[in-house]
C-alpha cells in the first residue's frame, strides 16, 4: 500500500489536469444570434465572439454589428442592419462589415430617350451623351415605362409649335425637330424653293444653303411647284421660247440656255438639216431651200444623215399608203413604191384602168375609173406594168382571163372584150331559129326553150349564119348556109 502522502499528491494532479481541460461557453455573433460553442477556438472559427467558459446562450445577449450598405451609385453607408440598408436602397455587405474597407459596385440604370424608348448604360454620362434622362444606378428598362416627350414644329415661315409628334408635325405641313426639343430652345429656319441654273428647283432650302449652293432664292414659304425657274429655249431653226424649265424646253427638243436666260438676249444658231434624194441618197448640212432647190426632201433642222433613213411612200392594193424605209420593204408588202423622197402626206395612190379597146389610164380611185366604164386594175398598180386583159368564152362554156384578143382567138375561145373578166362574164352563145333568125341566149337550155338551135358557147350572132335543110329530087338532104 502506498504511503497517504503517495496518493494525496495523485489526487492533487488528477485535480490539476481536471482544472486544465477546456470548458464550453456562448458565442455571439455579428448579427446578434448566439450559439453554444465546445470551446474559444470554435466559436472564433465561426467568426463569432467568445463569451467565456462556462457562460451560456440562456442568460447572454449578443449585440447586432453593423455593417456595410452598398448604394447603387458605388457609394456605401454604415448601417445597422439589413432591414436599414433595404430601406436606403442598398445592398447590405453583412454585420461587422465597414465602409472604411468596402468597394462598392457601380450599377448600371435605365436611360429613358425622348421618344419613349429605353436604353440601359453604364452611368448618367453615357445617358446624356445619347440624349436621354438617367432613371438612376440599379435600375433597368425591364421595368421603367419611359414617357414620349412631345418636340418642335417648323414651318416654312420660321414659325414654331410645340406638338405631340412628327404625324402631328407632318399634319401642319412642318418639318418636325425630334421628341425632347421645343420652340423655346429652337430657331426655326426660313424655308422656300430654291432655282440652279440648269433649270431645276428644290424646295424647303433656306436661303444660305441655296446660295451655297449656287442657287437663286425664290423666297420664304414657297414652293417649286409654286414658282418657276425660266430660261432661254433655243430651237434647231434658231427660233426662241422662254421656258419655265429645263424638262420642258428639251421635250421640244430645244437647247437650254440656262435659268435667268431670256430669249431677248439670246441668238439662236439655225441648224442645218439632212436632205433625201429620190435616189435614196442624203446630203448633210443643207438648208430647206438648197434641199428642194435639189428636188430632195428636207428632213428638218438637226437631222443628219447619220441618223436618218431616207424612207418613201408605199401605196397599197386597198388604196392605204404607208412610208416605208425603202423599195425592198415596199414591195416585200406587196405595195407600189413611190419613190425615195416621197411621203404619204403629199401622195395619193393611184391606180391603172383598163379600158373596153384595150388602152390603159393611170386614175386617181376606182369611182374614176369606173366613171369612165373602165376596169379597176387596183390601187397602186400603173399603166407601164400592167396588161390590160380580157375575158375569153369557149366552146364548152368555159371562161378564162386572157392577155389580147389575138392570144383568145390562137385558143380558139372567143374575145369579149378588153377590161372584162371572167369574174363578171357569162359565155353566151348564138341560137338559130326555123325561120333563119338567130339571137345570143346565155346557155343552151335556154336556147332550147325558145325551141332553137345552139350554135355553141362562145358564138354569137354577129358572126353566125344559121343553116337549114335542103332537100333535093333524088331524096336526099342537106344542111345548107341560106336558102339561096
Do not use: K
Not at 195 to 212: I, K, N, R, S, V
Not at 352 to 369: I, K, W, Y
Not at 389 to 418: I, K
Amino acid at each position: 500500500m502506498l504511503p497517504r502522502y503517495i496518493i494525496m499528491g495523485l489526487a492533487l494532479v488528477v485535480a490539476a489536469a481536471d482544472s486544465a481541460q477546456a470548458l464550453p461557453g456562448a458565442c455571439c455573433h455579428a448579427d446578434g444570434s448566439c450559439t453554444d460553442e465546445a470551446d474559444q477556438a470554435t466559436c472564433e472559427g465561426l467568426g463569432g465572439t467568445w463569451q467565456g467558459d462556462t457562460t451560456d446562450c440562456a442568460t447572454t445577449t449578443c449585440p447586432v454589428l453593423p455593417g456595410a450598405c452598398c448604394l447603387p451609385d458605388a457609394s456605401c453607408q454604415d448601417v445597422a442592419d439589413a432591414a436599414a440598408c433595404t430601406v436606403a436602397g442598398g445592398v447590405f455587405e453583412g454585420h461587422a462589415t465597414d465602409c472604411a474597407t468596402t468597394t462598392c459596385p457601380v450599377l448600371p440604370g435605365a436611360c429613358c430617350l425622348p421618344d419613349g424608348s429605353c436604353q440601359d448604360v453604364a452611368d448618367a454620362a453615357a445617358c446624356t451623351a445619347a440624349g436621354g434622362v438617367f432613371e438612376g444606378h440599379g435600375t433597368d428598362c425591364a421595368t421603367t415605362t419611359c414617357p414620349v416627350l412631345p418636340g418642335a414644329c417648323c414651318y416654312v415661315d420660321g414659325d414654331c409649335d410645340d406638338v405631340a409628334d412628327q404625324a402631328a408635325c407632318d399634319g401642319f405641313s412642318g418639318t418636325w425637330q425630334g421628341h425632347g426639343t421645343d420652340c423655346a430652345t429652337t430657331t426655326c429656319p426660313e424655308l422656300g424653293a430654291c432655282c440652279f441654273a440648269d433649270g431645276t428647283c428644290t424646295d424647303e432650302t433656306d436661303q444660305g444653303t441655296c446660295e451655297g449652293l449656287g442657287g437663286t432664292w425664290d423666297g420664304q414659304g414657297l414652293n417649286c411647284w409654286a414658282v418657276t425657274c425660266p430660261g432661254a429655249c433655243c430651237h434647231a431653226d434658231g427660233s426662241c421660247s422662254d421656258l419655265d424649265f429645263q424638262v420642258l424646253c428639251e421635250s421640244f427638243g430645244g437647247t437650254w440656255q440656262g435659268f435667268g436666260t431670256d430669249c431677248a438676249t439670246t441668238t439662236c444658231p439655225v441648224l442645218p438639216g439632212a436632205c433625201c434624194y429620190a435616189d435614196g441618197a442624203c446630203t448633210d448640212e443643207v438648208d430647206q431651200v438648197t434641199c428642194e432647190g435639189l428636188s430632195g426632201t428636207w428632213q428638218g433642222h438637226g437631222t443628219d444623215c447619220l441618223t436618218t433613213t431616207c424612207p418613201g411612200a408605199c401605196c397599197h392594193a386597198d388604196g392605204s399608203c404607208t412610208d416605208q424605209a425603202d423599195q425592198v420593204t415596199c414591195e416585200g408588202l406587196g405595195g407600189t413604191w413611190q419613190g425615195y423622197g416621197t411621203d404619204c402626206s403629199t401622195t395619193t395612190c393611184p391606180g391603172a384602168c383598163c379600158h373596153a379597146n384595150g388602152s390603159c389610164t393611170d386614175e386617181a380611185d376606182q369611182v374614176t375609173c369606173e366613171g369612165l366604164s373602165g376596169t379597176w386594175q387596183g390601187y397602186g398598180t400603173d399603166c407601164s406594168t400592167t396588161t390590160c386583159p380580157g375575158a375569153c368564152c369557149y366552146a364548152d362554156g368555159s371562161c378564162t382571163d386572157e392577155a389580147d384578143q389575138v392570144t383568145c382567138e390562137g385558143l380558139g375561145g372567143t374575145w369579149q372584150g378588153y377590161g372584162t373578166d371572167c369574174s363578171t362574164t357569162t359565155c353566151p352563145g348564138a341560137c338559130c331559129y326555123t325561120d333563119g333568125s338567130c339571137t345570143d341566149e346565155a346557155d343552151q337550155v335556154t336556147c332550147d326553150g325558145l325551141s332553137g338551135t345552139w350554135q355553141g358557147y362562145g358564138t354569137d350572132c354577129s358572126t353566125t349564119t344559121c343553116p337549114g335543110a335542103c332537100c333535093h329530087a333524088d331524096g336526099t338532104c342537106t344542111d345548107e348556109a341560106d336558102q339561096v
